[in-house]
């Protein structure tokens, strides 16, 4: 998994941006995760829950995103697509319009604890 984290001039907001396969992350680290600490925490304790817990499914449902853990899996979701809409409408769909159409990604436990850690370095200097 490729990311590179910047803080964004404007906003002073931490930004992450993640390579195409794995782009759900950023906005959801954005959005979902900020520079809460609490949050942050709760994700790690929930990684450790299931590290030795491998047969329960663990979810935490946010605003706009969805955090699966699944044995030594995570997938991250956005909401809509959840929710049963899974295309734009037709009008929308047009060929000079760029929508992200990235809505869901996923990685390994591991690699989710370390993108956390990473996070929380960064949002916390």
């Not at 590179?4 to 404007?10: G, S, V, Y």
């Not at 929930?46 to 699944?70: F, P, W």
């Amino acid at each position: 998994m490729e990311y590179e984290f910047i803080n964004d001039p404007t906003t002073r907001y931490a930004k992450a941006k993640f390579s195409f396969e794995h782009e759900v992350f950023g906005p959801w680290l954005e959005v979902e995760v900020g520079n809460d600490p609490q949050k942050l925490t709760a994700l790690l304790n929930l990684i450790d829950k299931a590290e030795h817990a491998s047969t329960q499914e663990h979810e935490i449902v946010g605003s706009e995103y969805t955090v699966r853990i699944i044995e030594k899996d995570v997938a991250i979701a956005a909401n809509a697509s959840l929710n049963g809409i899974e295309s734009l409408p037709e009008a929308l769909s047009g060929d000079d319009i760029d929508f992200d159409e990235q809505e869901s990604a996923s990685c390994g436990l591991e690699d989710f604890r370390e993108l956390l850690l990473s996070w929380a370095r960064f949002t916390t200097h």
